[in-house]
């Protein structure tokens, strides 16, 4: 089939501290994947994207590596600050529409 | 430039009345998309334009749902006898492509429907 799968919520994490959220897909092929950031009250922001195997991502100090052999794309960032704090949503394109994972809410404490 | 707008920010109304939610992509995005989020069901894809035609509208929950697009811009999402179930964020979100496997699709703010 054709979806995302991400770890639960929440992550709790103290400022500095290094953040991984997992995000693994099904499809046939190679979709792009996306990861998308909700501020609390705001909408959907792009962070960052890569199109092919072995792509990186990076963006505000995030990255994640599009690994083709284990299908997945985990978002990581070495020093997170309470700003990082939000929602993240893991996605792939099929065909004409973005899939979504179910979304990973960050707490990050000083 | 303006990134994608839409109205009304908020939506309360009475369960069995109709509802038409605004979508105004960025401008020249030829394709443009509707996305529901809620509690229950994560975001879910609604119907998909490329430009004032709907190639996928695989995404619509019932026949209560419908959504046009007219000179290739805005859109209008309508939801007819609003049920409590079709409480939500609506969100569109709108591209320079469509199909194309490496494009952004950029998300307005949402319309957040209550249906009492």
């Known amino acids: 089939g054709n979806s995302v799968t991400q770890m639960e919520g929440p992550v709790t994490l103290s400022e500095e501290a290094f953040l991984t959220i997992n995000c693994t897909y099904t499809a046939t092929g190679y979709p792009s994947l996306f990861w998308y950031v909700q501020y609390p009250g705001e909408g959907l922001q792009l962070l960052l994207k890569?199109?092919?195997?072995?792509d990186k991502g990076s963006n505000k100090g995030f990255e994640a590596t599009y690994r083709k052999e284990t299908t997945s794309f985990h978002l990581e960032k070495g020093s997170v600050q309470v700003s990082d704090s939000a929602v993240y949503f893991c996605?792939?394109?099929?065909?004409?529409?973005?899939?979504f994972g179910t979304g990973t809410r960050l707490q990050v404490f000083p | 430039g303006a990134g994608v707008s839409q109205s009304p920010s908020n939506k309360v109304t009475e369960k069995g009345k109709d509802v038409e939610l605004r979508c105004d992509p960025i401008?020249?995005?030829?394709?443009l998309y509707w996305y529901r989020q809620s509690l229950g069901q994560g975001l879910e894809f609604l119907i998909y334009?490329?430009?004032?035609?709907?190639?996928?509208k695989s995404g619509l929950p019932s026949d209560r749902f419908s959504a046009e697009r007219t000179g290739g811009s805005v859109s209008t999402l309508t939801i007819q006898r609003t049920q409590q179930e079709d409480s939500a964020v609506y969100l569109c979100?709108?591209?320079?492509?469509?199909?194309?496997?490496?494009?952004?699709?950029?998300f307005g703010p949402g319309t957040r429907l209550t249906v009492l």
């Open positions: 979100a709108s591209s320079f492509h469509s199909g194309g496997r490496t494009d952004t699709q950029y």
């Open positions: 401008s020249g995005h030829t394709a």
């Open positions: 996605a792939r394109v099929n065909t004409d529409k973005l899939i």
């Open positions: 334009f490329q430009g004032n035609s709907a190639p996928d």
């Open positions: 890569a199109t092919k195997a072995d």
